[in-house]
């Protein structure tokens, strides 16, 4: 097998590291922001004493920010909502940590356990809400951070599924194996 076209390697490419790339110290993908959401998930140490419930408003705090993006932490008490919303020009990526959350857009409505993700696209409307009987507590990772959060009336949750554009949102709303 010796033609123009046959390549061999002798030896160990991982003792060739001009081939290997470096490990990155921020997430550039949405696979990698998906995997920094998880992580954070599962570090329960990390957040769960910064938790704090609010019956008057929503309570936020920032976990962390990197190069472009921003991670939050949110609580949520029985009855308490988001209004129908998008996130301007950032991407973003929710994961309930506990508790059950209901989201709403135009194609319907979605309940969300702990451990369930959701990825969505620039301009994607929707309306979440805690319907439960118990506390929830939220991740959200937005990339680029979050600089707008555009409330919308609830017709525009209507049949058109969310803006006139419709972005894309990829969702897993059953728990991996990895997450909290």
Same mark, same amino acid.
């Given at each position: 097998?010796?033609?123009?076209?046959?390549?061999?390697?002798?030896?160990?490419?991982?003792?060739?590291?001009?081939?290997?790339?470096?490990?990155?110290?921020?997430?550039?993908?949405?696979?990698?922001?998906?995997?920094?959401?998880?992580?954070?998930?599962?570090?329960?140490?990390?957040?769960a004493?910064?938790?704090?419930?609010?019956?008057?408003?929503?309570?936020?705090?920032? /976990?962390?920010?990197? &190069?472009?993006?921003?991670?939050?932490? @949110?609580?949520w008490?029985? +009855?308490?909502?988001?209004? #129908? !919303?998008?996130?301007?020009?950032?991407?973003?990526?929710?994961?309930?940590?506990?508790?059950?959350?209901?989201?709403?857009?135009?194609?319907?409505?979605?309940?969300?356990?702990?451990?369930?993700?959701?990825?969505?696209?620039?301009?994607?409307?929707?309306?979440?809400?805690?319907?439960?009987?118990?506390?929830?507590?939220?991740?959200?990772?937005?990339?680029?951070? /979050?600089?707008?959060? &555009?409330?919308?009336?609830?017709?525009? @949750?209507?049949?058109?599924? +969310?803006?006139?554009?419709? #972005? !894309?949102?990829?969702?897993?709303?059953?728990?991996s194996?990895?997450?909290?």
């Open positions: 097998m010796n033609s123009d076209n046959d390549l061999q390697i002798a030896g160990d490419l991982l003792e060739v590291p001009h081939l290997l790339q470096p490990p990155r110290e921020h997430p550039v993908t949405v696979a990698e922001f998906a995997g920094l959401a998880r992580a954070v998930a599962a570090d329960r140490d990390a957040w004493h910064l938790v704090r419930y609010d019956a008057t408003a929503r309570w936020y705090h920032r /976990l962390r920010q990197g &190069p472009g993006y921003e991670v939050w932490l @949110l609580s008490v029985p +009855g308490q909502g988001s209004g #129908p !919303h998008d996130h301007g020009r950032s991407s973003g990526i929710l994961t309930v940590l506990e508790g059950t959350l209901t989201e709403r857009t135009g194609r319907g409505t979605r309940t969300l356990a702990a451990g369930a993700q959701r990825v969505f696209a620039p301009g994607y409307a929707h309306d979440v809400v805690n319907d439960a009987l118990e506390p929830a507590v939220s991740l959200h990772v937005y990339y680029p951070g /979050l600089t707008e959060m &555009p409330m919308l009336p609830q017709s525009q @949750l209507g049949s058109t599924g +969310g803006t006139p554009a419709s #972005p !894309h949102c990829e969702a897993r709303t059953e728990p194996a990895t997450a909290v």
